[in-house]
């Protein structure tokens, strides 16, 4: 069993960033691909960002290419979203979540274990 806690959500205005973590416990963590998924209210959850398991393979979409960066330390169990340049139409409860595939996959249903979630709020 894999827990997911998220951390370092909050209030921001438009333009500035955030660094979302995702803290893992399990020693199996470094073999997982890693994911970012993001839920606004009255929307499908959509995938933000997703990362392998050695962080060699990464996805981005569209809307938050240049702006996002997935990243991953396995040494700490743990992997970081780093947002930059945020709009209000990022607005929304954020979640990471662990595949047990090493590959990077975009698919919500290939993820087994999920996070609570976090709420970023992006000012106008």
């Known amino acids: 069993q894999v827990q997911l806690v998220e951390s370092g959500g909050g209030l921001v205005q438009a333009g500035g960033s955030l660094r979302l973590s995702c803290a893992a416990s399990?020693?199996?963590?470094?073999?997982?691909?890693m994911g970012w998924f993001r839920q606004a209210p009255g929307k499908e959850r959509e995938t933000v960002a997703a990362?392998?398991?050695?962080?060699?393979?990464?996805y981005y979409d569209n809307s938050v290419k240049g702006r996002f960066t997935i990243s991953r330390d396995n040494t700490k169990n743990t992997v970081y979203l780093q947002m930059n340049s945020l709009k209000p139409d990022d607005t929304a409860v954020y979640y990471c979540?662990?595949?047990?595939?090493?590959?990077?996959?975009?698919?919500?249903?290939?993820?087994?274990?999920w996070g609570q979630g976090t709420q970023v709020t992006v000012s106008s």
């Open positions: 399990g020693r199996a963590f470094s073999s997982y691909a």
């Open positions: 979540a662990a595949s047990i595939q090493s590959g990077m996959t975009v698919r919500t249903l290939s993820y087994n274990y």
């Open positions: 990362i392998n398991w050695t962080g060699s393979n990464l």
